[in-house]
C-alpha cells in the first residue's frame, strides 16, 4: 500500500534523523539566513508564496522516512525550483554528496538552473550547475545542485553505475513519460535496491501516482528484509500539492481550422485587439511553424499599423540560443503585450509569468516508430485531451488578486474568438468542443511504446544488462521494435551473435553520446581515414539547421545554399559550409551574408570539439581525407546503408522507395539534393508532413551497400529476415 500524505496532520516536529550522517535538522523559518544578498529578500518572499512552500516540511520529512517520494503538483507551484534548494537547506548535499534534478528537457534544464542560481544568490556553474548533452556548466567539488537531463544521467551510470556520487535524484516531469526517463526509473529501482541510502523523488504534473507507486513497490518479502535494518520505508509516498489558479474559460473553435498557423495568429491579433492586458502563450508544434508564426505576425502587424507599438512576438524552442531564452522569461516593458510562441515545452516544463492567454493549435511533434517498416518519424500529431488540460492551465496562473480555486469552465463559442471573453482569462482552441469531447485521446502513449529502441539496447547492453525483453520497465517496448533493434545492431556490429556489445566497436559506440548511427560513422572514418571530416558532419547533424530559413527569404537562401552546393549530397555541402565558415575567421557577417545560421556554427564548433576528445579517448584515430570524398561516403555508409533508397523508374515526382520496407520517400526541399534525384541515396532522417521527406541525403554507389553490410542485403534481398 502506498502512503498518502496530508498536510497539516501528521507535520513532524523538530530533529529526524538520518542513518547515514547521524542527523538532518528540519529549520523551520530561518533557514536563509546565511545569505544576505542585494535583492534576495524579494525573491525570498516569491518562494515562499509559492504554493511548494506550505509542503516544504512534509517534503523533507518523507524523502527522511522514504526511499521514494512521489510529488504530484500543478504546473508552476515550485516542484522544480525549490525543492532541490530545500533538499539542500536541509543538509542532503554535505559531505560531497550531490542533489540531481533531472528534466527530459535540454532548454528546461538550462532555464530551471540559472533561475535557482539566481534564487541562492550564486553564480550559476558555481554551486548550481547544469549538464546537458555537450555542454558541462558545473564545477567539481563545488556544484551541489546539478539540473541535468535524464539522458545524461544515464550516460553517468556508465561511469558510475550506482551513481554514488548523488544522495537524492529528483526524476522530474516524469508524466512526460520520455524514453530515457522510463530507463531511468527501471535502472533506479534497480539501483535502490543496492543503494537503501538513496532517496528518489519523482514529480510531476499529472502523474499517475498510483501506478508510478506500484512500479516502485518492493516484492513483500525484501521488504519485510529492509525494514529490519531500520532503513527508510520501501513503500512509495505520494504527496499532493495543491496549486492554486484562475478560472479559465475555454472558448473552443466552431469548425475546425484548415491552416493552425494563420487561425493561430489571427486569434493572436484578436485577443490583442480586444482584450485587457496580459500576456499570450501560443502552442504549435516545432522551430518551422513557429518561425512561420513569428514571421507572419510581425508582418501582419506591420501592414495594419495599429497594433504595431504593442507586441512583442518572442519564439521558444529548444536550440534556441540563450540570449533569446532570456527574452522569454524577462518581463515586458510597460504597456506591451508578450507573445510567446512556442512548442509543447512551455506544457509543464517551464513557467512563463504573466500569462493570460493561451492559443493551442491542438498539435505537437511526436515521435512515432513502426518496428514493421523500421521507420522512425516526427510527426505533428493531434496532442492528449491531459495536454490540452494543461495547456488551457497555462492562462493566468500568476495574477495576483484572483481567486486560487482552479477549475475549467467549458463553454462553446461561435467561431474562433468572441468578444463575450472579456471578463475572464480566456483560452481560445484551435479545435472544436466535439473534437475535444470525443476524438481527441485522453492520454499520451509512452515515448517507448512509440521509439526505435537502437540507442536504448544499447545503453542497457553497456550497463551489462542483458536481459533487455525481461527488463523491469515503467511501460514495456513491443517485442517488434526490439527485434528490430537488435537486428539493426547487429548488422552494424555492434552486438555479436550472443547480443552482447562487441569489442571494440560495440563498447566504443556506447561510449558516444550520439544516435548509433551516428557513431557508427565516426568509427568507420577512423579506419578509413577521415574522421576529421566525418566528425564535423556528426556536429552538423547534432544541430537543427545551419541554415537560415523563412517565409520571405527563401528564394534569397536556397541561392546562397547553392553556393556550397556538393554534388554528392548535404554531407559534403556541410563541409563547404564548415570551411568557408573556418576561412572567414568564424565571422559571424560571413554567416549572415550566406544565409548560415551563425548560433549553429558556434554550436557545431562546441560539439565538434566535445567530439574529438571522445573519439581520442576511445582511441580512434584523427585524420583528415582532405579532397577524398570518396572515404567521406564510405564512412557515411558504414553507418547509414540501413537507410539506403532508390528512385522509383517510373517516377515523375522524384518518388523513392526504401530498400528495406520499400517505403515511398521524397528529398526533402532543404537538401541540395531537392529537383536533382540521384539514382541512389540514402539520408540521415524522415520527417513526415504531407509525404515522408528524407532529410539530409547523399548520392551513393549501390555496390558499397554491400560492401559496408553484405550480411544485411544478402538476406535483405532474399526477403529474409535477419535472424
Ligand atoms: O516545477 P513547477 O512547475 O512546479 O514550478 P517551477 O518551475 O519550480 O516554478 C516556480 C516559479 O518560479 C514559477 O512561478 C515560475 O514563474 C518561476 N520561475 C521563473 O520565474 N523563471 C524560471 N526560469 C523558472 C521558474
Ligand atoms: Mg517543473
Known amino acids: ?77 515550485g516542484k522544480t525550483t525549490q525543492i532541490p534548494q530545500y533538499l539542500k537547506e536541509a543538509g542532503w548535499a554535505t559531505g560531497g554528496r550531490l542533489i540531481a534534478c533531472t528534466q527530459p528537457r535540454r532548454l528546461a534544464v538550462q532555464a530551471v538552473a540559472s533561475r535557482v542560481a539566481e534564487e541562492m544568490g550564486v553564480k550559476l556553474g558555481e554551486e548550481v550547475g547544469y549538464t546537458i548533452r555537450f555542454e558541462d556548466v558545473t564545477k567539481p567539488d563545488v556544484t551541489v545542485l546539478k539540473f541535468l537531463t535524464d539522458g545524461v544521467l544515464l550516460r553517468e551510470m556508465m ?64 521488504r519485510e528484509t529492509e525494514n529490519k535494518d531500520h532503513g527508510p520505508q520501501v513503500e512509495p509516498a505520494i504527496l499532493s500539492v495543491e496549486g492554486r489558479g484562475f478560472n479559465v474559460q475555454i472558448n473552443y473553435a466552431e469548425e475546425p481550422v484548415q491552416d493552425y498557423v494563420q487561425a493561430a495568429v489571427s486569434t493572436t491579433l484578436l485577443i490583442h485587439e480586444r482584450e485587457s492586458a496580459g500576456d499570450v502563450l501560443v502552442f504549435l508544434t ?64 517551464l513557467t512563463l509569468e504573466g500569462i493570460v492567454y493561451v492559443v493551442d493549435s491542438g498539435f505537437s511533434k511526436q515521435r512515432f516508430y513502426n518496428p ?72 499520451g502513449i509512452p515515448e517507448i511504446q512509440r521509439s526505435n529502441m537502437v540507442s536504448c539496447v544499447i ?57 548509433p548511427m551516428v557513431s557508427k560513422m565516426i568509427i568507420a572514418s577512423s579506419q578509413l581515414g577521415c574522421s576529421e571530416e566525418i566528425i564535423t558532419i556528426a556536429a552538423v547533424l547534432s544541430v537543427q539547421s545551419i541554415w537560415i530559413s523563412g517565409r520571405g527569404i527563401q ?50 564548433l562546441e560539439v565538434r570539439e566535445q567530439l574529438k576528445r571522445i573519439a581520442k579517448r576511445i582511441g580512434l584515430v584523427l585524420k583528415s581525407c582532405e579532397s577524398d570524398m570518396q572515404l567521406v561516403r564510405k564512412a557515411v555508409i558504414a553507418g547509414f546503408f540501413a537507410n539506403a533508397c532508390h528512385l522509383e523508374a517510373y517516377s515523375h515526382d522524384g518518388m523513392y522507395k526504401t530498400l528495406r ?32 521527406y528524407m532529410r539530409n541525403v547523399l548520392t551513393i554507389d549501390p555496390s558499397c551497400l554491400m560492401d559496408a553490410a553484405p550480411h544485411f542485403y544478402k538476406l535483405q534481398q532474399s526477403n529474409h529476415l535477419l535472424f
Not at 172 to 201: F, N, Y
Not at 298 to 325: C, E, F, M, N, W
Not at 378 to 388: K, Q
Not at 563 to 581: I, M, S
Open 159 to 222: 561511469d558510475d553505475p550506482l551513481l554514488t556520487k548523488y544522495s537524492v535524484i529528483m526524476v522530474d516531469e516524469a508524466h512526460e513519460r520520455s524514453i530515457s526517463t522510463d530507463i531511468l526509473l527501471g535502472l533506479l529501482k534497480k539501483i535502490q535496491r543496492r543503494r537503501p541510502e538513496l532517496r528518489l523523488i519523482i514529480s510531476s504534473a499529472t502523474i499517475e501516482a498510483k501506478s508510478m507507486s506500484d512500479f516502485f513497490q518492493m516484492r513483500k518479502k525484501r
Open 286 to 349: 516545432g522551430q518551422d511553424d513557429i518561425d512561420a508564426a513569428v514571421q507572419l505576425l510581425t508582418d501582419q502587424v506591420q501592414t495594419t499599423g495599429k497594433h504595431s507599438s504593442g507586441l512583442i512576438v518572442l519564439p521558444l524552442y529548444s536550440g534556441l540560443p540563450r540570449a533569446d531564452q532570456e527574452l522569454v522569461f524577462s518581463p515586458a516593458p510597460r504597456g506591451k503585450r508578450k507573445v510567446v510562441i512556442s512548442t509543447n515545452i512551455a506544457e509543464t516544463s
Open 459 to 515: 545503453q542497457l547492453k553497456a550497463l551489462g544488462i542483458d536481459n533487455i525483453l525481461g527488463f523491469d520497465w515503467p511501460a514495456s517496448p513491443s517485442a517488434e521494435a526490439m527485434i528490430r533493434a537488435l537486428e539493426v545492431l547487429y548488422s552494424l556490429g555492434i552486438l555479436d551473435d550472443d547480443a552482447k556489445l562487441t569489442s571494440p566497436t560495440g563498447f566504443q559506440v556506447a561510449e558516444i553520446p550520439l544516435d
Open 661 to 692: 520496407g520499400s517505403q515511398e520517400v521524397y528529398i526533402h526541399p532543404s537538401s541540395v539534393l531537392f529537383r536533382v534525384n540521384p539514382k541512389w541515396v540514402i539520408y540521415h532522417s524522415l520527417v513526415s508532413t504531407d509525404r515522408q
Open 372 to 443: 514493421i517498416s523500421d521507420i522512425e518519424n516526427l510527426v505533428v500529431a493531434p496532442i492528449s485531451r491531459a495536454s490540452a488540460r494543461q495547456r488551457a492551465g497555462r492562462a493566468g496562473r500568476v495574477r495576483p488578486g484572483k481567486c486560487y480555486s482552479f477549475s475549467m469552465a467549458l463553454c462553446c463559442y461561435t467561431g474562433i474568438f468572441s468578444s463575450d471573453m472579456q471578463r475572464d482569462p480566456a483560452t481560445p482552441m484551435l479545435y472544436t468542443e466535439e473534437y475535444f469531447l470525443n476524438h481527441m485521446p485522453n492520454a
Open 1 to 77: 500500500m502506498s502512503q498518502f500524505w496530508k498536510p497539516g496532520t501528521e507535520r513532524p516536529q523538530g530533529r529526524v534523523v538520518d542513518d547515514e550522517e547521524g542527523g538532518l535538522l528540519f529549520l523551520f523559518g530561518s533557514h536563509h539566513s546565511s545569505s544576505a544578498k542585494h535583492g534576495y529578500a524579494s525573491i525570498e518572499k516569491q518562494r515562499q508564496r509559492l504554493p511548494v512552500f506550505k509542503y516544504r516540511t512534509a517534503i523533507l520529512y518523507l524523502v527522511e522516512t522514504h526511499a521514494t517520494t512521489i510529488i504530484v503538483g500543478e504546473t508552476g507551484s
Open 555 to 604: 528564394k534569397e537562401s536556397d541561392e546562397a545554399k547553392l553556393r556550397f552546393a556538393a554534388a554528392e549530397g548535404d554531407h559534403v555541402t556541410f563541409l563547404n559550409v564548415y570551411k568557408g565558415f573556418h576561412q572567414s575567421g568564424k565571422s559571424s557577417q560571413w554567416c549572415h551574408k550566406n544565409y548560415v545560421n551563425y548560433h549553429a556554427m558556434r554550436k557545431v
